[in-house]
Nanobody, 127 residues
Framework: VQLQASGGGLVQAGGSLRLSCSAS????????MGWFRQVPGKEREFVGV????????YYSASVKGRFAISRDNANNRVYLQMNSLRPEDTAVYYC?????????????????????WGQGTLVTVSS
């Protein structure tokens, strides 16, 4: 299984970016697909998740209403649309996929629930 995150870059506060996560060896509609972010010296932080077999999405309080996860089944990709970006959104963003099974919702907020990880893409928001 390989997950490849891309689309990061430098953007001004208030701007938008769309991150993409392409998957091989894993069908994104058959796994819950999450996005996390991490800054140096801090723990990996939950951003959002799309549950397997549905389009139900859940987000952290800090990004709810600004970020949105979508899925392209035909191209086996998951996206993270980020709007109204703030300097505190600066981080390396990771996409992740759960293993087989259907983890309960509360577990999807934890990085340890995910079996597969992409390499991360850096998002820098300037003030």
């Amino acid at each position: 299984v390989q997950l490849q995150a891309s689309g990061g870059g430098l953007v001004q506060a208030g701007g938008s970016l769309r991150l993409s996560c392409s998957a091989s060896g894993l069908t994104v509609s058959s796994h819950s697909m999450g996005w996390f972010r991490q800054v140096p010296g801090k723990e990996r932080e939950f951003v959002g998740v799309m549950r397997k077999s549905t389009t139900s999405t859940y987000y952290s309080a800090s990004v709810k209403g600004r970020f949105a996860i979508s899925r392209d089944n035909a191209n086996n990709r998951v996206y993270l649309q980020m709007n109204s970006l703030r300097p505190e959104d600066t981080a390396v963003y990771y996409c992740a996929g759960t293993g087989m099974g259907n983890p309960i919702l509360s577990s999807l907020y934890r990085p340890s629930t995910y079996s597969y990880w992409g390499q991360g893409t850096l998002v820098t928001v300037s003030s």
